[in-house]
Each structure stands twice: as C-alpha cells, then as structure tokens.
Antibody, heavy 120, light 109 residues
Framework: EVQLLESGGGLVQPGGSLRLSCAAS????????MTWVRQAPGKGLEWVSG????????YYADSVKGRFTISRDNSKNTLYLQMNSLRVEDTALYFC?????????????WGQGNLVTVSS | QSALTQPASVSGSPGQSITISCTGT?????????VCWYQQHPGKAPKLMIY???NRPSGVSDRFSGSKSGDTASLTISGLQADDEADYYC?????????FGGGTKLTVL
C-alpha cells in the first residue's frame, strides 16, 4: 500500500524558515517524480514544486522561486521542502504527492497534508 | 501565474450528466496533452480522476471522462451520484511548471 506521511509543519513568524518532510512507502520511490501542492484555507489547489526521480531536475512556481527548495533522499525514501523567507501568504496545507510518471502528468497518491501557518 | 478558468459551481440531479469546463491558453492546455482532473471531498486529499486529457487511473469509475478541444478541457460525469458532490480541479503543464484551475463545486441536487 502506497503511503505518504508528511511532517514538519507548524507556526512560524514571517521571515522564518521551516522544512517539510514526506516519508514514502509502498512503491519504488526512486522511480517516480514527486511534487508539493498547497491549499490555503478555504482556497483552491496551488502547485508549488516538482522534482524528477533522480533529484537532478527541480521546478518551482513563480510564487516560491528563490525562497523554497525541493529535494529528495532516495536512500531514505523521503521528499523535502525547505521553506525560507516565509510570508503570511504561504499559510496553507501542504500536500506531497507521487507523480504517475513525469512531474506534470498527474498525481496518483497524496499525503494527508501538513499545515504551515505564517503569522506574527 | 494565472490559474486556469473553471466555473465556480455546477449542479445536477442524480442520474443526470454534467460537464465542467477548464479554459487555458496555447501555452498550457492547448499546447500539451498533460491535462488532469482531481476530485476533492471536504477535509480530504485530492484524488486523481483523469490524466493525460482522457485517461482514467485504475479504480476510477467509467462515469468520469475527459476531453480537450483547443485551449479548453472538459470533465464529464454521467449518471450523477450523491457521492460525486465535491470540488473538482483541472491542472495542466505550463512551461516547466503546473497550473491548477480555481476549482468547481459540484452540487448533486
């Protein structure tokens, strides 16, 4: 059974940093691209970042480019999102998701979501 | 990055069919066959319903179908059921990123 378990969220002040983790199991992690998608309270889905299976190629939404860094450790079956210079508008539920194949083709398994709140 | 355009809401009665549209540009929907649709029930993670414009993942009912014409993609749900009531989001590849639609709330009357 595929499982994605996020951790690392919480309350942080504007300008602060957080690192999200997503522990994967039930599939060959190193064979699939992975992505982060967020959802602000009461709002729609927003794609944040994607990473190819090898980790060599990363992609970002304009809204987070230069502030967020996606990475993965295939030996630990874990996906990460390092979030720096956080803003109030980054407040959201952050989902990690497994790609069907390429990072843009569709996400067939999702984590339960991890809440990040940016507030003073 | 502006979102893809979806109607805010649609509704239908049990047994009927409905279609949700998703309008983009030649830089996203019109330029690639990487259109997906997701269903999201309140408090739950999204569920992939359609990928690559018209393909259904294993386990998704054949009442759900997808299509594309030009810069507009569509999701059709036939034989509406109460459990279909949810938010639906389209998504497309766009220039090394992915863009979602604003979401459509489907109400089953």
């Amino acid at each position: 059974e595929v499982q994605l378990l996020e951790s690392g969220g919480g309350l942080v002040q504007p300008g602060g940093s957080l690192r999200l983790s997503c522990a994967a199991s039930g599939f060959t992690f190193s064979s699939y691209a992975m992505t982060w998608v967020r959802q602000a309270p009461g709002k729609g889905l927003e794609w944040v970042s994607g990473i190819k299976n090898s980790g060599g190629n990363t992609y970002y939404a304009d809204s987070v480019k230069g502030r967020f860094t996606i990475s993965r450790d295939n030996s630990k079956n874990t996906l990460y999102l390092q979030m720096n210079s956080l803003r109030v508008e980054d407040t959201a539920l952050y989902f990690c998701a497994k790609s069907l194949g390429g990072y843009a083709r569709g996400y067939d398994y999702w984590g339960q979501g991890n809440l990040v709140t940016v507030s003073s | 990055q502006s979102a893809l355009t979806q109607p805010a809401s649609v509704s239908g009665s049990p047994g009927q069919s409905i279609t949700i549209s998703c309008t983009g540009t030649s830089s996203d929907i019109g330029g690639y066959d990487y259109v997906c649709w997701y269903q999201q029930h309140p408090g739950k993670a999204p569920k992939l319903m359609i990928y690559d414009v018209s393909n259904r993942p294993s386990g998704v009912s054949d009442r759900f179908s997808g299509s594309k014409s030009g810069d507009t993609a569509s999701l059709t749900i036939s034989g509406l059921q109460a459990d279909d009531e949810a938010d639906y989001y389209c998504a497309s590849y766009r220039s090394s990123s992915v863009v979602f639609g604003g979401g459509t709330k489907l109400t089953v009357l």
